[in-house]
């Protein structure tokens, strides 16, 4: 698999930053080479040339449209983090998601 870039999208990108941080030890764990970052909704557009992926924290779930709009020039999935990932900071089930999307 190639280098990939995932991208976590939180409100100021503090909550999500926890979670990336758990996903990219996740990463290292399975030698996969990826790139997590997480970031607020206002730094967004300026990765959509570059991510594989954009996960949104799961209070942005009702904006999901909006998300999918914009990515969807760049072929970028979106997807909305599930509460029970999100929550207990699950970096091994975040990736996974992440690479099953992407793999689609």
Not at 22 to 38: M, W
Not at 41 to 49: A, E, G, I, P
Not at 82 to 91: C, K, M, R
């Amino acid at each position: 698999m190639e280098k990939m870039f995932i991208m976590l999208c939180c409100g100021a990108g503090m909550s999500s930053g926890f979670l990336a941080n758990q996903a990219r030890k996740a990463a290292k764990k399975k030698k996969l080479d990826v790139t997590i970052e997480a970031r607020s909704h206002t730094d967004v557009n300026s990765y959509l040339s570059t991510i594989n992926i954009l996960m949104l924290g799961p209070h942005y779930g009702g904006e999901l449209d909006k998300w999918e709009t914009l990515c969807h020039p760049y072929n970028v999935p979106v997807v909305v983090i599930p509460q029970d990932i999100y929550a207990q900071l699950n970096g091994d089930a975040l990736l996974d998601l992440a690479i099953a999307t992407i793999n689609k």
